[in-house]
């Protein structure tokens, strides 16, 4: 590791691969000695501290999700026209929250319970034979997009097709260098992506399913009905925002889990304890890691003067290992009493809608696992990181299992 400052690390820059491979010291630096701070190459302000998190996350009129789809997709947006319901505030986040809260409900997940099993045993007989195998390729990845791609009420066969769409349009916000073919092939992806879309949304007038395609096709609010650009907006929303962050939370559950073997033994005998240690997994290392808001007036935040439009950037994974809040932060501890003050979901009004979806995805999942391998071994010791600097995640994930 570099050492050019007086704390001995180089400055903080969350695109700085050296960085991002490890970047929990220099959140502990943020934290205790620049809690909120100005990157230059970012143009924008990092935020560190749990608190100073929450507070902006809370503070949705003084700090606006409008920069985010711009950040993220870049020139490759299928749906441009459209207001998303991530970079909304209200009221149209109200809105459009409120239509797409139900179909995330606890009553309705429940009823999909067996939906999810039926997924995750239909991958796993897949892996059949196979001792070793990409974990990500194999099952990480294809399982989110399956559970959305049921939800929404599309055909199965075109699930690859949605990963590939999804991975391309998001890389694009974050990817530094894009060749022209690349560039070429994700704008070929973001029309495709809309032009699937729309003709959904065209069978769903004029002949209504028990999907929420439907559901959102037939949703009228104070009488007017979404614009067939808004309903493609959620559509392209919920498989972008459940595909990466799920993948990785499993990846990088396994990850923990070939660190702490302890954990791995008391899991696996008492499994009632699965969905503490997903939350802990999650406290530890976010796939999320960081987003982006605008201030819409100067304002402070620590004692720092934030201008106005100023972007501004809460660190998750940082307030996630805040030693104020969590004791012991670094550690894992599965036993922990605040186990769900983490914000690896957000916090606020934009608080991940699909939380109670992933938890349960990774509860089936870890427990569909366990029955079926005796060990699953990770074949690499210290894989390379998903492309987008915000997540935090392995690209592919090499394991070697044994059944029983
Ligand atoms: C472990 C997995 C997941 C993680 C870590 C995660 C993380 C997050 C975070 C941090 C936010 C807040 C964004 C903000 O405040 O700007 C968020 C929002 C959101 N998430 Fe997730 N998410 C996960 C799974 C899912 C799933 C499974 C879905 C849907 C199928 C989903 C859909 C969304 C949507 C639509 C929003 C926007 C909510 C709003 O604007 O009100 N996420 N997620």
């Known amino acids: 590791m570099s050492m050019s400052t007086d704390s001995g690390l180089r400055p903080y820059d969350p695109l700085d691969p050296l960085i991002r491979r490890n970047p929990y010291p220099w959140y502990a630096h943020l934290r205790r000695h620049e809690p909120v701070k100005f990157l230059p190459g970012m143009n924008a302000y990092a935020v560190s501290r749990h608190e100073d998190v929450r507070q902006l996350m809370l503070d949705h009129a003084g700090f606006s999700s409008d920069p985010l789809i711009q950040l993220a997709?870049?020139?490759?947006?299928?749906?441009?026209?459209a207001r998303y319901m991530i970079a909304s505030d209200p009221p149209d986040h109200t809105r459009l929250r409120t239509l797409v809260n139900k179909a995330f409900s606890?009553?309705?997940?429940?009823?999909?319970?067996?939906?999810?099993?039926?997924?995750?045993t239909g991958l796993i007989d897949r892996l059949e034979g196979q001792t070793?195998?990409?974990?990500i390729e194999g099952f990480s990845s294809p399982l989110p997009v399956s559970v959305v791609g049921d939800i929404l009420g599309v055909e199965t066969s075109m699930h690859a097709d949605f990963r590939r769409w999804s991975n391309n349009v998001t890389a694009g916000g974050s990817a530094a260098v894009l060749s022209e073919s690349q560039r070429a092939e994700m704008h070929k992806d973001a029309a495709d992506f809309?032009?699937?879309?729309?003709?959904?949304?065209?069978?769903?007038?004029?002949?209504?399913?028990?999907?929420?395609?439907?559901?959102?096709?037939?949703?009228?609010?104070?009488?007017?009905?979404l614009s067939a650009d808004?309903?493609?907006a959620l559509c392209v929303l919920l498989l972008i925002g459940g595909n990466e962050t799920t993948t990785n939370m499993l990846a990088n559950a396994l990850l923990t889990l070939r660190d702490h073997p302890e954990v791995e033994r008391e899991i696996r005998g008492n499994r009632a304890l699965i969905p503490d240690f997903l939350e802990e997994s999650?406290?530890?290392?976010?796939?999320?890691?960081?987003?982006?808001?605008?201030?819409t007036a100067r304002t402070q935040l620590s004692g720092v003067e934030i201008p106005e439009d100023a972007i501004v950037m809460p660190i998750f994974a940082s307030a996630n290992r805040d030693e104020t809040v969590f004791?012991?932060?670094?550690?894992?501890?599965?036993?922990?009493?605040?186990?769900?003050?983490?914000?690896?979901?957000?916090?606020?009004?934009?608080?991940?809608?699909?939380?109670?979806?992933?938890?349960?995805?990774?509860?089936?999942?870890?427990?569909?696992?366990?029955?079926?391998?005796?060990?699953?071994?990770l074949a690499v010791e210290d894989p390379e990181l998903c492309d987008a600097f915000y997540l935090r995640g392995p690209k592919s994930l090499p394991v070697e299992v044994q059944r029983y």
């Open 73 to 81: 997709f870049s020139e490759f947006n299928p749906a441009p026209g």
């Open 106 to 120: 606890r009553r309705a997940l429940t009823e999909m319970d067996d939906a999810i099993r039926a997924t995750i």
């Open 132 to 135: 070793c195998f990409d974990f």
């Open 194 to 225: 809309r032009q699937y879309f729309l003709e959904r949304i065209a069978d769903a007038r004029a002949h209504p399913e028990d999907n929420l395609i439907s559901a959102l096709v037939e949703a009228e609010e104070h009488g007017q009905r």
């Open 230 to 232: 808004e309903v493609l």
């Open 282 to 295: 999650l406290r530890h290392t976010s796939p999320i890691q960081l987003l982006f808001r605008r201030a």
């Open 327 to 377: 004791a012991a932060a670094e550690t894992l501890n599965i036993h922990r009493p605040d186990l769900r003050k983490h914000v690896a979901f957000g916090w606020g009004i934009h608080m991940c809608v699909g939380r109670a979806l992933a938890a349960i995805e990774g509860e089936i999942a870890l427990n569909a696992l366990f029955d079926r391998y005796a060990s699953i071994t």
